[in-house]
Every structure is written in structure tokens, then in C-alpha cells.
């Protein structure tokens, strides 16, 4: 009995759907209400990078051609590649690395500027 009830009722609505339907104008077809409204276009849809953050040498060990630096951690020598960049040289002055096609000396800052400030040194 409910599914002829169903059917009738369907059958019923039917003529109200097509009416629906052929009033719509020529350009706006219906939508479905439960659709996700598409992404708004931007003008600029182009992310753009942030820059790389600056490399900060941590140690050297100086032996001629075996030299090694430690930058952010990672130690390399002369020719190894890091994250990004490429070392080029290690001497006296700090590392010399390339990094998106431009050079860059690396040099040890001040032992006193790179200590954290604690309570107990106040």
C-alpha cells in the first residue's frame, strides 16, 4: 500500500517538476542545492614563495682541502649539498655557498649574540 502511495504521489508531482523546469530561463539551468559552490576565482592565482630562511654557520673545522662546516646543522665539505644550496668553499673567512643561482659567505657570528638569554645570567 505505501509504495502505490509513493508512486501516486511521484506521478502527481511529476507535471509540477516539468513546470518548474521549462520556467527556468534559457542561460540558468536548475542546480543542485546540495552542491559545493565553486572556488572564487582570484586575481593573482599565482602562489608566491616565501623566502628561504637565512643559513646560519654553526661550526668550522679547517684542514686544507678535508675542511668542514656546519651549517644549520648539517656538516659538509667543499662540493657537498645541503638543503637547497651547494658549498663551494671552506677557509679563515666562513663558507662560501650558492643558493637559487646566487653566492653567499656564510661567517660565524658572535659566540655572545647566539647564546639564549637565561634567568640564571641576568
Known amino acids: 500500500m505505501k509504495h502505490a502511495f509513493t508512486t501516486i504521489f511521484a506521478l502527481a508531482l511529476l507535471p509540477a517538476v516539468a513546470d518548474m523546469a521549462a520556467a527556468a530561463p534559457a542561460g540558468h539551468p536548475l542546480r543542485d542545492p546540495f ?3 565553486a572556488p572564487a576565482a582570484s586575481a593573482s592565482t599565482q602562489v608566491e614563495e616565501a623566502p628561504p630562511a637565512p643559513l646560519r654557520l654553526r661550526a668550522l673545522i679547517l684542514n686544507g682541502a678535508h675542511s668542514l662546516a656546519n651549517i644549520d ?3 659538509l665539505s667543499a662540493g657537498d649539498r645541503g638543503a637547497g644550496y651547494t658549498v663551494l668553499r671552506i677557509d679563515a673567512r666562513g663558507a662560501l655557498v650558492v643558493r637559487n643561482g646566487r653566492q653567499q659567505l656564510l661567517v660565524m657570528s658572535d659566540p655572545g649574540q647566539a647564546r639564549p638569554q637565561t634567568k640564571d645570567s641576568e
Open 35 to 37: 552542491a559545493r559552490p
Open 73 to 75: 646543522g648539517d656538516v
